[in-house]
Nanobody, 121 residues
Framework: QVQLVESGGGLVQAGGSLRLSCAAS????????IGWYRQAPGKPRELVAV???????NYADSVKGRFTISRDNAKNAAYLEMNSLKPEDTAVYYC???????????????WGQGTQVTVSS
């Protein structure tokens, strides 16, 4: 099982950028699919972006063209580059990992503790 720690959140003005990191340990990271989820107050957790072990990516429509998911297997890390941020991007962002892509898509993989992103208008 993989252990995950997110970092990089913070307060940013609308139109700004942030880069989130997800550091992994305890498993062969390169074999894991990684997903970034977010949860805003009073809303369910939603999948924002996913990257397979092979590097294939997919994004929610709400972030397509603004967010980029990537991974560095040598550093056991995944990233979420967020540009053109909007107030509606405000949420706690979590990474999720599992060797099975379907588990990440279902949100049943391992979770980190989350990092807060706040976008002011």
């Amino acid at each position: 099982q993989v252990q995950l720690v997110e970092s990089g959140g913070g307060l940013v003005q609308a139109g700004g950028s942030l880069r989130l990191s997800c550091a992994a340990s305890g498993s062969t990271f390169s074999r894991n699919a990684i997903g970034w989820y977010r949860q805003a107050p009073g809303k369910p957790r939603e999948l924002v972006a996913v990257i397979s072990s092979g590097g294939d990516t997919n994004y929610a429509d709400s972030v397509k063209g603004r967010f980029t998911i990537s991974r560095d297997n040598a550093k056991n890390a995944a990233y979420l580059e967020m540009n053109s941020l909007k107030p509606e991007d405000t949420a706690v962002y979590y990474c999720n990992a599992d060797r099975r892509l379907l588990a990440v898509l279902a949100g049943t993989g391992s979770w980190g503790q989350g990092t807060q992103v706040t976008v002011s208008s």
